[in-house]
């Protein structure tokens, strides 16, 4: 019975995935599996694709499912300009996976926005805004000003530093996604600077306290509206990309780590002229401010309370240390609704509900929307609105 449930898709947005996809209709039937007659009276708004079929369609035109239901075609999605690879990566342009990683944000985006003006909810101008001419101690706090963040309340975070800042961002009208399957060498993460609903983009695969230093980078990409992809190091032949870089690294280090703060706490008073550190010292200090302890060592040789050498030392140990953590596997996976809504944001993913609530959405659409099975969607409200079971 199931394999017969219609989807009730815009028969447009079928033809228009297809034809974006340079596929004729033979070629696309071929590929979903099903008769040419099918898929041209389907784009002719004749008949309905069963769920299944046009979860294949989705697949092969490689869009989001939920972009199916726009009432019509984006109007077309703006490249990104600049980006930098990471060190090791070869230069050049983005690979097809990256691509679609970045047109499927932009149509989360596009539906977002549709959603919230369907519920009369029109999202703001985002307000905040930069200059490669300031300061970057100054931005910083302009930053944690901009995001409500005070110390006592950062302190306590810890372990949960990202989930935090990204909530921070999230309610200043930001989506933040979380991106799977991508190698690191392809992405770290990535800025849409979009005049409302921006993007940022966070590389799944990197370390806890690694993503929070890219979002705040690309959150500082946002303020001086530099779309962006980013990863480590940056391309040195384009002195224009690589001032944007060193600048929105300083303001993301600034804004974690600020230079008041940290130069009044009691393991940097105590240290006196010293420049070297131990282990445990910059492991207590990272916990603190919820960052990794390259971060505190780099901000620490900024203000100079270390040496350049020191901190080369310590960067080329942490280093392999990272690459051995990256090479061992992940265990204990969350449940896949859990991991859905973290991979979305509780943001995005709230706002899918409330349509759901204000009736402006189905329970079909609703799991169309998060590309998983209906009997799913309690498992996803719970994880949206962190309700227990």
């Known amino acids: 019975m199931a394999k017969s449930v219609p989807a009730f898709i815009n028969p447009a947005m079928l033809t228009w995935a297809r034809e974006q996809a340079r596929l004729t209709l033979e070629a696309a039937a071929k590929a979903i599996g099903i008769a040419v007659d099918k898929l041209e009276a389907a784009e002719n708004g004749e008949v309905q694709l069963t769920f299944p079929q046009f979860l294949a369609a989705a697949n092969v035109y490689k869009r989001a499912p939920?972009?199916?239901?726009?009432?019509?075609?984006?109007?077309g999605f703006q490249p990104i300009q600049d980006f930098r690879k990471l060190a090791d990566a070869e230069p050049g342009a983005f690979t097809p996976d990256l691509v679609t990683v970045i047109r499927q944000a932009q149509e989360r985006r596009e539906l977002a926005l549709e959603l919230h003006a369907d519920m009369g909810e029109p999202v703001p101008e985002f307000a905040f805004s930069a200059k490669l001419t300031e300061d970057e101690e100054a931005l910083g706090e302009r930053v944690r000003a901009f995001l409500d963040v005070v110390e006592t309340e950062q302190q306590g975070w810890r372990a949960k530093a990202f989930d935090n800042?990204?909530?921070?961002?999230?309610?200043?009208?930001?989506?933040?996604?979380?991106?799977?399957?991508?190698?690191?060498?392809?992405?770290r993460g990535a800025?849409?600077?979009?005049?409302?609903?921006?993007?940022?983009?966070?590389?799944?695969?990197?370390?806890?306290?690694?993503?929070?230093?890219?979002?705040?980078?690309e959150f500082c990409h946002l303020a001086i509206r530099a779309s962006g992809v980013s990863g480590f190091g940056a391309d040195e032949r384009r002195a224009d990309a690589a001032r944007v870089e060193a600048f929105c690294n300083a303001v993301a280090a600034a804004t974690l780590v600020p230079k008041a703060w940290l130069l009044r706490e009691p393991l940097v008073t105590?240290?006196?002229?010293?420049?070297t550190w131990e282990d445990d010292e910059l492991r207590s200090?990272?916990?603190?401010?919820?960052?990794?302890?390259?971060v505190v060592l780099r901000r620490l040789l900024t203000l100079k309370r270390t040496t350049h050498t020191f901190y080369e030392s310590q960067r080329a140990a942490y280093q392999k240390q990272y690459d051995a953590l990256n090479s061992k596997k992940a265990t204990g996976a969350p449940p896949p609704p859990v991991v859905k809504?973290?991979?979305?944001?509780?943001?995005?993913?709230?706002?899918?509900?409330?349509?759901?609530?204000?009736?402006?959405?189905?329970?079909r659409d609703v799991s169309n929307y998060f590309n998983m099975q209906v009997k799913s969607v309690p498992a996803l409200e719970q994880a949206a609105f962190g309700l227990k079971r």
């Open 270 to 275: 105590r240290k006196g002229d010293s420049k």
């Open 165 to 187: 800042w990204r909530t921070k961002i999230e309610a200043r009208d930001v989506l933040v996604f979380l991106v799977p399957g991508l190698p690191l060498s392809e992405m």
């Open 341 to 363: 809504v973290s991979q979305l944001g509780r943001a995005y993913a709230q706002l899918i509900f409330q349509g759901y609530y204000d009736r402006r959405l189905t329970l």
């Open 191 to 217: 800025a849409l600077a979009e005049s409302r609903l921006p993007l940022i983009l966070i590389n799944s695969k990197d370390r806890t306290n690694g993503r929070t230093f890219t979002l705040l980078h």
């Open 66 to 75: 939920s972009l199916f239901y726009l009432n019509e075609p984006p109007a």
């Open 285 to 294: 200090l990272a916990l603190r401010f919820g960052v990794s302890r390259e």
